[in-house]
């Protein structure tokens, strides 16, 4: 079977880096815990080291019970939630401030959410401008989950290799 790493984490991993910059290290461990017979894992930790010391934790749990998508990210300056997020749901995005403000913000996303990105990939090749989402982006993804996968097979952290490949 697929791996919720990478149907699940992949998109996740991709905001990080997004919005934090590339890790330089990652930690991870995973199991078969609730489905033994299962051929990857249903449950997953994960640490991403960014080069100022800053960490992001992930916790990826693939049950027919888990029931949640919440995606919070916690940082210096304040905090974004987001409580259902595509495929299983579009809830709200709650903003909140180091000052003590809180905006929420209402996603628009498309039911196939695969297709904006598509049609913004074409629109970009006849407008010759960079994509919203590059190759570039989705590559420094596939470096940070390949770190994942060493880091669980190890047991240690390992490096997100980027020397001479960006």
């Known amino acids: 079977g697929g791996s919720p790493l990478k149907t699940l984490a992949f998109y996740i991993f991709d905001i990080a880096h997004n919005l934090f910059g590339i890790p330089v290290g ?64 579009n809830g709200p995005i709650i ?18 959410w695969h297709i904006p990105m598509i049609e913004d990939f074409c629109q970009a090749i006849r407008q010759k401008r960079a994509p919203v989402c590059s190759i570039r982006s989705a590559y420094i993804t596939e470096l940070i989950t390949d770190a994942v996968f060493r ?6 952290e390992e490096k ?3 020397e001479g490949l960006l």
């Open 26 to 89: 990652v930690q991870a461990a995973a199991a078969r815990h609730f489905n033994p017979s299962n051929d990857t894992e249903d449950i997953s930790a994960i640490i991403m080291r960014f080069p100022n010391g800053a960490l992001f934790s992930l916790n990826v749990m693939i049950t027919p019970w888990a029931g949640s998508d919440r995606i919070e990210f916690h940082g210096t300056d304040g905090s974004i939630i987001m409580d259902k997020w595509p495929p299983a749901g």
């Open 95 to 112: 903003i909140n401030t180091k000052a003590g403000g809180r905006r929420t913000v209402t996603p628009q996303t498309n039911t196939n």
């Open 151 to 156: 880091a669980m097979d190890s047991g240690k």
């Open 160 to 162: 997100v290799l980027t």
